[in-house]
């Protein structure tokens, strides 16, 4: 890590699958990322009322209301609109990356998670959505 004083980014990940929350916090953490896991939109609604997080990394399938949705909520609202949303895809899901760009996401990762290419796939979503960074 830098030795800067900024503080570290915080990802909130909304994914339902326990494997995957556990393989991306470990990865994120590991990274020196502050994480912050839930497994529904409602879950993750609550979260935001109280945290905002600079990077949401956003399942696609979840239970309840699915994650293109909830991005949809997250950026026809004024207070979460700013915070960059990247989905989390399986590869078979045909169409689903350009589904989750129209629900306004930065981009995607793909499922399963590339263990060694997940650091630098968040860093690039985290910059994009700093400019000047
Ligand atoms: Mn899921």
């Not at 895809?89 to 990356?97: L, S």
Request: with cysteine; glycine share 6%.
């Amino acid at each position: 890590m830098n030795t800067e004083a900024e503080p570290p980014a915080m990802i909130l990940v909304i994914e339902d699958n326990p494997a995957n929350q556990l393989l991306v916090q470990t990865i994120l953490e590991q990274a020196g990322y502050g994480v912050e896991v839930t497994a529904s939109a409602a879950d993750a609604l609550s979260i935001l009322e109280r945290r905002r997080p600079d990077l949401i990394l956003m399942d696609v399938q979840l239970p309840g209301q699915d994650g293109l949705a909830l991005t949809r909520q997250l950026k026809a609202d004024p207070t979460t609109a700013a915070i960059p949303v990247a989905a989390l895809t399986a590869h078979a899901m045909a169409g689903v990356r350009e589904l989750a760009l129209a629900a306004g996401c930065v981009g995607y990762i793909s499922k399963p998670i590339d263990t060694r290419a997940l650091g630098d796939q968040v860093r690039r979503f985290l910059h994009s959505a700093r400019p000047g960074s």
